[in-house]
């Protein structure tokens, strides 16, 4: 079992920039891929970006060359450094962690405001 817990929400201005973390408890030995999703006021929640167990990355073509997914392994936690943010980068933003085995987890997100 394990369990997610996001942080580094808040209100930016346009152009600003924030790292959201993702902590999880419990074994991630068997990890597939660790990820940022968001979900906007209205609309469906939508891959942002994810990094695999052997390091590759994916990113939505919207924050591709403004976003990074990162992973510390040693304090089991995920990064989302997101520089020059858009009010459309307006969400809630949700860490997912998905198993070999088909099974996902689910942290309760941490909101980003992007607004003047």
Do not use: H
Not at 2 to 17: A, C, D, I, K, R
Not at 20 to 34: E, F, M, N, P, Q
Not at 77 to 87: C, E, G, H
């Amino acid at each position: 079992q394990v369990q997610l817990v996001e942080s580094g929400g808040g209100l930016v201005q346009p152009g600003g920039s924030l790292r959201l973390s993702c902590a999880a408890s419990g074994s991630d030995v068997s990890i597939r891929t660790r990820g940022w999703y968001r979900q906007a006021p209205g609309k469906e929640r939508e891959l942002v970006a994810d990094i695999s167990s052997g390091g590759r990355t994916n990113y939505a073509d919207s924050v591709k060359a403004r976003f990074t997914i990162s992973r510390d392994n040693a304090k089991n936690t995920v990064y989302l450094q997101m520089n020059s943010l858009k009010p459309e980068d307006t969400a809630v933003y949700y860490c997912r962690y998905r198993e070999w085995s088909g099974m996902e987890y689910w942290g309760k997100g941490t909101l980003v405001t992007v607004s003047s």
